[in-house]
């Protein structure tokens, strides 16, 4: 698959491949190889055992873009209709890394070939691949991030912590509940709790959110629960040190308070004149490319389809995310530096 120039094609043979976080392997070569056949140098950064980065360029970046190639499961095959690419990854964010490089194409064929590609992997389950980009080299001044942002070009988004709660009880018989102690009912306790507590706003982001996403306990209807736990997941919009002291004083007794996974927020670079802009609600690899510059992100396609199993991009839109990717880079690199 050579025609690198062709972001339907790409994305069709990206989409046809099963990558999941930690088996990224097979789209990273396909890339690898079809750049590299286009006369790209490539250079591969290993993360874990199988899973590479991988940067490709002509000439020493002064901008680079980059996006993920790793998907949420399962996997939803590749399908085709007149108007749209359905299946695992078309939005997110293949058909994105197809439109970039096509883009790149566009802008060597007009002369400007000091534009980059990276692709990274772990962006769906803590952005290993991008923390590890940080050591990657060469770097340009300006860095392009690919989400589906409905082609908007977006000046930030939020940030996530994932809150996990464990309560300890004793098992009794429920006819005698004053021989042990509920999990459940602490746990209860303290979920009800952080769900009153005030969250923080930001002028340009918005409000944070929070979902109760998991809860497990108890053995059964008649017994008291000797253990209980819940995953909770804020969507946050700035620092979180407030934050996470005021939710782990809201814990009942016997609940003990982890954040074993957080995000950061991001609040993106001087945007051009004349782009239509957003703010998203998603958190992304963003904030951990802050070595490659000056950080903006775009893409075609819609998150409100990512992760299920209706994922698709629209053809018209990919078309249209090719033009943008174009442009933006112009209209960056005209600029100089900020």
């Not at 942002?149 to 098992?171: C, K, P």
């Not at 109760?212 to 053995?219: H, I, Y």
């Not at 004083?249 to 982890?258: F, I, R």
Request: with cysteine.
């Amino acid at each position: 698959m050579d025609g690198l120039a062709d972001a339907f094609a790409l994305t069709r043979a990206l989409v046809s491949l099963e990558t999941p976080t930690g088996s990224e392997g097979p789209a990273t070569d396909l890339l690898e190889g079809a750049l590299s056949r286009a006369g790209y140098r490539t250079v591969r950064q290993p993360v874990s055992a199988g899973r590479d980065n991988l940067l490709a360029f002509r000439e020493s970046p002064a901008l680079v873009f980059s996006t993920h190639v790793d998907c949420v499961p399962p996997y939803v095959p590749l399908s085709e209709d007149a108007g749209a690419i359905h299946g695992r990854g078309s939005c997110d964010a293949k058909g994105l890394a197809a439109a970039m490089v096509a883009a790149a194409e566009r802008l060597a064929a007009a002369g400007e070939r000091r534009i980059g590609l990276l692709f990274v992997v772990g962006e769906e389950n803590g952005s290993d691949g991008a923390r590890a980009a940080a050591a990657l080299e060469p770097r340009g001044r300006v860095l392009v991030n690919g989400e589906p942002t409905e082609n908007r070009l977006s000046r930030g988004h939020n940030g996530s912590l994932r809150v996990d709660l464990h309560a300890a009880g004793r098992a009794a018989h429920s006819a005698y509940p004053e021989e042990g102690e509920s999990a459940i009912a602490a746990l209860l306790d303290t979920i009800e709790r952080i769900r009153r507590l005030p969250l923080p706003h930001d002028p340009l982001l918005g409000a944070s959110t929070l979902n109760v996403g998991l809860l497990r306990g108890g053995v059964a209807p008649n017994v008291l629960a000797p253990a209980a736990s819940a995953q909770i997941l804020i969507r946050t919009v700035g620092p979180t040190v407030a934050l996470k002291s005021a939710i782990a004083d809201l814990a009942a007794p016997g609940v003990t308070v982890t954040f074993p996974v957080e995000l950061p927020f991001h609040k993106g670079g001087r945007v051009p004149d004349g782009w239509d802009t957003t703010v998203v609600s998603y958190a992304s690899d963003l904030p951990f490319l802050a070595a490659w510059g000056e950080c903006f992100q775009l893409g075609p396609g819609t998150i409100r389809v990512a992760h299920t199993a209706e994922e698709h991009i629209r053809k018209a839109d990919l078309l249209h995310g090719v033009e943008l990717y174009t442009r933006l880079a112009t209209d960056l690199l005209a600029r100089g530096t900020s």
